[in-house]
Nanobody
């Protein structure tokens, strides 16, 4: 069993930056693909970014490419999402998620086995 704790959200002006963290319990964290998703009010949860176990491969949603950076520190069992040049449309609850592996696309929520509780990001214009 893996537990994920998201943190780092807050209120920021457009153009500002935030860094989200996701701390994981469990000894097998380093073998999991980790993802970040977000959900705005009245909308479905959407993919933001994912990073493979080694940290060598990363993918991003087109809407955040060039502004957000996902990274991980396996020694600290933590994955990060650095968010720069934030826009009001980035406002959402952000969730980290862990995929134990197997079939499924990293872009879909159904692929992930564990979820954090979410952290609110609000970007004012």
């Amino acid at each position: 069993q893996v537990q994920l704790v998201d943190s780092g959200g807050g209120l920021v002006q457009a153009g500002g930056s935030l860094r989200l963290s996701c701390a994981a319990s469990g000894r097998t964290f380093s073998s999991y693909t980790m993802g970040w998703f977000r959900q705005a009010p009245g909308k479905e949860r959407e993919f933001v970014a994912a990073i493979w176990w080694s940290g060598g491969s990363k993918v991003y949603a087109d809407s955040v490419k060039g502004r957000f950076t996902i990274s991980r520190d396996n020694a600290k069992n933590t994955v990060y999402l650095q968010m720069n040049s934030l826009k009001p449309e980035d406002t959402a609850v952000y969730f980290c998620a862990a995929d134990r592996g197997g079939s499924g696309s990293i872009y879909y929520t159904e692929t992930y086995d564990y979820w954090g509780q979410g952290t609110q990001v609000t970007v004012s214009s």
